[in-house]
């Protein structure tokens, strides 16, 4: 026989409350924004190119928020080369804008180059995201469970030239 006491509903109304409280638990803060503002070289070998990506994050929120971890893959003429997770370990202040670079490495066999066989230039697709976590305890708590981690998308496409990256000395 089924219950009819007066708590009869309250576990699905309390999981609707959980449920609009979580939607809304941390709705008060902006998205960061993630920019790609530099494409550099850093390392050339017979194997492999190392690029670095220098991302600017502006925080449009009046408190800082604690940047967790980067998220990212780059593609290279259409093919994945390379995927990479970075714990920046930062808080980014309220209002502010804060520089960090993403490496990558693109190693020639997974195109089918050699080092005398590499283009002058190449087609690149970075995709990533940015996990970060907003200033309240709910959140955190939110965040620490793994039910709720807010996430910043960033993206960039462009041309790397090879010819002007010139292989290392040796040493």
Sequence with gaps: MPYSGPMRGL???MFMF????????????RVPAITVTEVAFTEVTDDAVAVAFVLD?????????QLHEFR????VDGKQVYAGRRAPDATLSAAA???TTLPAVIPNHRL?????????QARYALSGKLV??????????????????PRASFSKRGQLAFASAEPDPEP
């Excluded at 959980?18 to 803060?29: E, F, K, Q, R, W």
């Excluded at 994050?57 to 928020?65: G, Q, W, Y």
């Excluded at 970060?132 to 039910?147: C, E, M, N, R, W």
């Design 18 to 29: 959980l449920g609009a409280l979580l939607l809304s638990g941390c709705s008060g803060y």
């Design 132 to 149: 970060y976590l907003v200033p309240s305890t709910f959140a955190k708590i939110l965040f620490d469970s793994g039910v709720r981690r």
């Design 72 to 75: 990212y893959t780059l593609a």
């Design 11 to 13: 576990g699905k109304n």
């Design 57 to 65: 994050i502006r925080n449009p929120n009046d408190e800082a928020l």
């Design 97 to 99: 804008t804060q520089q």
């Design 112 to 120: 089918g180059w050699t080092a005398e066989a590499r283009p002058t």
